[in-house]
């Protein structure tokens, strides 16, 4: 009979049963799924640990966009512009807290998209739609005055300086100044407005007319002139064509 405390047996079990009531006091957090972790909960973490996880994938460590970049280590695109936060301070150098970084209107996600620079304001050169003035020409008559010439020279400007844009140039005639069966005060204006533009330097190309014939009983009664004509339905407009994908947001 052996009845020696040292019996193996026993003392592999006494091992394991201090082994049970070691781990049943030691409470380990289990780490906790994805969508239920919490900045609170990453705060309990150490800074070791923090710099060993990247919780939202972004290429960034939690303790990196916590302490160092501000970013939310939770989300991989903290201002929601497409682009995530690795991409804006390490591919493109824009700022992973603000949508739009040059402040010209479209988002850093649009200007990547556009292939423009997402930290230069004057890019993409821009006209937006009421950039273009109206033009009224003198009753009648095909010759730009003094006041339409300076309007003109304006959209000329903007049109050398945005050349990725074309024009559409509409040229309203009112019937009080047509001749009879002649609508040849269209193509001169028309012809006038396209020398103007190409003797400044914007290509034909980028040119378009629409002619519009404008009944007079579309005039406001208090716009009608001492010529018995309309001024307001008398105009040469210029609607800008945007070329790329997205309008700036202001
Ligand atoms: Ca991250
Ligand atoms: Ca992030
Ligand atoms: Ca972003
Ligand atoms: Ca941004």
Redesign the pocket.
Known sequence: MNSSPHNPLQSALLFFGLLLVVAGCITIQPEPEPEDLTIEYLMTLSDQELMDRDS?G?G?SDYD?MYIYG????????DGDGL??YDEIFVYGTDPLTKDTSGNGFTDGQEVEMGTNPIDPDDPPFIRSYELQPVSFPFGKAEPDGSALEILDQNRQKLLYAEMFRVEVIILTNDSELKADDDSLFDERADRVMAYLVDGGVSKERVDFIFEPVSFSECPEDAIDENESCPEIRLVKFIPINPYTFYPEY
Request: hydrophobic residues 15%; aromatic residues 0%.
């Open positions: 939202d972004d960034l966009e970013t939310d280590p939770l989300n991989p695109d903290t995530s936060d």
